[in-house]
């Protein structure tokens, strides 16, 4: 320890300004807090304006902290998009959950660097602690290898280089795609109508060619058909290529099948294929138990995922990847340099993440994961889930009660798509001139309820055609948005159909 005259440090701020400032930046963010719920979800400027208001030179000398804060309340927070309000239905994002803010910035108080263990050694453990508790709470083995990662592409990214490291059958490590032994194409496979377009970019960065990403047809139900992926897998292996990968969606994007993971392990264990299950919106579904049927097998699955910026609501952004064999995680990234871990060998028993993930620096994400779990609780955060799926099931009933509507699908989860079908076109329906009409109008609502800042909501293509979809995840979401939400939808409709 050592003792010194407390002196303000080149670059520190003045420990009285900071706190006066500090607690400020608190009332900042309680203040947007209190009215998150009146504000408009999506800001009404046009790139153009938000453009015209950051163009002004960077200070020669720099500014004050207060002046910072002045700047963020009235410059930026106004044009940001209310991700955390109750009315935010687009994309899949999560709310942000208060305790993850302060989180945030305790980790941010110490800069941990999450790489190794020498850097932050409660980091370490808090992030093997998290692994543990979140595979406990869906049901997978608790000796799990894992790493918590930016997201869910990342997840899905790291899940197969380490399937690649794993099954590719010479060592890739050295030579990559270049080994001289290579023969026959790597394959990965997902579900046609419900695969995530993230499976598409890793495989890219892989650099295996988006060719190598095989589509496997979809029952009508959406989830991916298994007797169909048996069969393209044995013609695949006796063209020479190499299966390798098979992504499960677990809860897909447009509306949440949970693919069945036990059929899709017995084809994977039979051709000796990796299964990963993608899990960045659904997978915490396996921790309630009238959806745990759902996840049968989900334990043979060798990685899984979930993004915890969507529903776990810790704020942006985290993903967290489970692999049920560590050591071939740690294989697949394993690196070495004198400067990382002592220059003579030693005997490392210590966790450094750094060996288990494509990051050497490492944000302290573990911390606000780990907060957010303990400050709900297990049986806390089943409400908070089986909440969001109540609220998909009552906006599925409107839906359905309503005769302007078309239900496309049952809810699984919290993801829900509905297209919107005045009566009086229904009958036409089967004419194609009257779906593109169709498709155009349900675009058309969905551009005027963003206009309008009450409620943020896209479309998205089920079957081929224009739908209206609705993530329903935010912890802050109640019975009364959804019910505005879908009047306006219906109002908004029937103005634009009149017209
Ligand atoms: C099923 C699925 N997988 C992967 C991703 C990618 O996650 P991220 O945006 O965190 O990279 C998403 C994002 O919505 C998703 O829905």
Known sequence: ???EKKV???GDIELSEFRQVGREVIDAIADYHADLALRDVLPNVTPEQ????????????????????????????PLLTAIGSPRHFAYVNGSGAMIGILADALAACTNTNAGAWKLGPAAAEIERQCLRWIAEFIG??????????????MANLTALLTALRHLSPYDSTEY?????ARTGRFLVYMADHEGHVSVTRVVDMLNLGRKSLRLVPSLPNFSMDSVELDRMITEDKARGDLPLCVFAQLGSVNVGVVEPIGELADVCEKHDVWLHGDGACG???????EKRSLFKGIERADSLSFDAHKWLGVPNDCGVLLVRERERLRRAFSIAAPYLRGSLETEDVALDFLEYGPQMSRAFRALKVWMVLRFFGRQGLRELFSKNIDLAKLLHGLVSEHPDFEVLHEPVLYLYSFRYVPNGLAEHSDQPEIQEQLDRLNQEIVDEIQRSGLAMIMTTRIRGRVAIRMSICSQRTMKEDIETTFDAIVHCGRRLYRN
Request: charged share 20%; with cysteine.
């Open 1 to 3: 320890m050592v003792c």
């Open 8 to 10: 303000t440090r080149p």
């Open 50 to 77: 938000v453009a015209a208001r950051f163009l002004d030179d960077l200070s020669e000398y720099g500014e004050s902290a207060r002046t910072l804060l002045t700047d963020w309340r009235e410059r930026v927070a």
């Open 140 to 153: 997978y083995p608790l000796d799990t290898g894992g790493i918590l990662v930016s997201g869910g592409t």
């Open 176 to 180: 990559g795609l270049q080994d001289p």
């Open 283 to 289: 997978l915490l579904a396996a921790g309630l138990p």
